[in-house]
Nanobody, 122 residues
C-alpha cells in the first residue's frame, strides 16, 4: 500500500506561481508518480509524470514549458512547480503512483491522494 498526501494548493493570481508537493509513504518499492487535475464539469486531465529515477518525464500539452515535475526519493516527495499560471489551470490537483513504468493515463495508476485545490484568479 502507498499513501499519498498532497499539499501546497491555494489561490494565486494569473501569471503567478505555485508549488505542490506530494508525500508518499507505506511502501519502498520502485514506482512512477504523476499529477492529474480535474476542473468542475471536466474530465480528469494528465498534467505530468516522472519515473522512479527521474530520467523519464512527461507533460501534458497544456502545461509544457510552464510546469516542472521533480522528485526526491530520499524524502519520498514529488513536487510540481507551476509558473505562468492561467485561470484555466484552476482545478483539484491529484497525486498518483503506480508500480512500474510511467503512464499518462489515469486508469493505469493504483494509488491516489485526496487532492489539493488550485485556484487561479484573473
Amino acid at each position: 500500500q502507498v499513501q499519498l498526501i498532497e499539499s501546497g494548493g491555494g489561490v494565486v493570481k494569473a501569471g503567478g506561481s505555485l508549488t505542490l508537493s506530494c508525500a508518499a509513504s507505506g511502501d519502498d518499492d520502485i514506482y512512477a508518480m504523476a499529477w492529474f487535475r480535474q476542473a468542475p464539469g471536466k474530465e480528469r486531465e494528465f498534467v505530468a509524470a516522472i519515473s522512479w529515477a527521474g530520467g523519464n518525464i512527461h507533460y501534458g500539452d497544456s502545461v509544457k514549458g510552464r510546469f516542472t515535475i521533480s522528485r526526491e526519493n530520499a524524502k519520498n516527495i514529488v513536487g510540481l512547480q507551476m509558473r505562468s499560471l492561467k485561470p484555466e489551470d484552476t482545478a483539484v490537483y491529484y497525486c498518483a503512483a503506480r508500480f512500474g513504468q510511467v503512464q499518462v493515463i489515469g486508469g493505469k495508476y493504483t494509488y491516489w491522494g485526496q487532492g489539493t485545490q488550485v485556484t487561479v484568479s484573473s
